[in-house]
């Protein structure tokens, strides 16, 4: 129910935020021009540094645009949108993704399905030694320490930002459209927490400090990432991750145990019967057989533990052999709706 009311939240919420900020752009224009180059009574130091923080947060909206869209053409044409529009292109691409979730998944687990291009492929997180991960850090770092200077350079040389008089039309309309960007990360930084405090705690600093914030979020979700880990995972919790091994078909789960050696039988559990007894088979590698379980077992293990220690230190060696073995109550640690995925 919650998730259906998310679900229903933001598609309410995008709309009145796209009206909203149309309005305030059109009421500006026609009441206050357009905001030309050589007009000194818009372009003062501080509107600059805001124009900065506009786009250094919208970088990340556009990365995640671009991952979204399968073709290199309607990643061009969105993110170019996103540059000129704003904030206006946020709602309208949201808003399109939102639709696109079919009934189940808007009751499962909307922001997971939202979030995900491929939401069974890329929800496993299949290793690659030529992973993103550490030049994103990088990135976003620098980017973090680019706003920072820009704050610091202004607020010595111009004076405070907290004056009346920078309350002038065109400030107005840049920081409704920034405040909207940031209201859309901050839905995504709550997703992420497994606290609510702390996910609270992480949304005052992006209203706070902007984009220097949200770089700050960025690099801190980053780390939580092994330099191996594909990117995208940093869109989605960690308890999304570590079920994900038992909702996939055979052929993406051979892939994913590949890297461990010849698989020849990627079930995770399979009742057999052999010599008039039942008997239980686990992935198989070409190896002797009476290696295999422990092997299976060793392997899933590697996968599963750095996923488990990141939502449950205190028990995580527990819970990855319970998920190692296939115990079903182990399933509780995910949301109910990837408990439904992970029957295998």
Not at 220 to 239: A, E, G, H, I, M
Not at 307 to 328: F, I, P, Q, R
């Amino acid at each position: 129910m919650a998730t259906n009311g998310l679900v229903t939240g933001l598609k309410v919420f995008l709309p009145v935020m796209f009206c909203v900020m149309l309005a305030t752009l059109i009421y500006t224009i026609i009441t206050d021009g357009l905001p030309e180059p050589d007009r000194r009574d818009v372009f003062t130091p501080w509107f600059a540094t805001t124009i900065v923080d506009f786009y250094i947060n919208i970088v990340p909206i556009a990365v995640w645009i671009v991952y979204k869209e399968t073709t290199w053409f309607g990643s061009i044409l969105w993110a170019i949108l996103l540059v000129v529009f704003g904030s206006l292109t946020t709602c309208v691409y949201l808003f399109m993704q939102l639709l696109k979730l079919t009934p189940q998944e808007a009751s499962e687990d909307p922001m997971y399905f939202l979030l995900l291009r491929d939401s069974f492929k890329d929800g496993v997180g299949l290793r690659d030694k030529k992973s993103l991960v550490v030049t994103a850090r990088f990135v976003f770092g620098a980017l973090g320490c680019v706003m920072l200077g820009a704050l610091v350079y202004t607020c010595l040389t111009d004076g405070s930002p907290f004056r009346m008089e920078l309350l002038y039309p065109w400030m107005v309309v840049l920081l409704v459209s920034f405040y909207i960007n940031v209201a859309v990360l901050s839905v995504w930084v709550v997703y992420k927490e497994s606290s609510w405090i702390i996910g609270i705690l992480w949304v005052a600093l992006l209203l706070s400090l902007g984009s220097f914030g949200t770089s700050v979020v960025i690099v801190v979700q980053l780390f939580r990432l092994s330099p191996l880990d594909p990117l995208y995972l940093v869109l989605v919790k960690n308890t999304n991750r570590i079920l994900m091994i038992y909702c996939v078909d055979d052929e993406k789960r051979k892939e994913m145990f590949s890297e461990f050696g010849n698989v020849t039988s990627p079930k995770l559990s399979e009742m057999i019967w052999k010599d008039d007894r039942k008997e239980t088979t686990y992935i198989a590698f070409a190896q002797r057989k009476e290696d295999s379980q422990a092997h299976t077992y060793r392997m899933l293990g590697e996968r599963l533990y750095p996923l488990v220690e990141k939502h449950e230190s205190l028990h995580v060696a527990k819970l990855t052999g319970m998920l190692a073995v296939g115990d079903e109550s182990s399933r509780y640690l995910a949301p109910d709706g990837v408990r439904r995925r992970t029957q295998v």
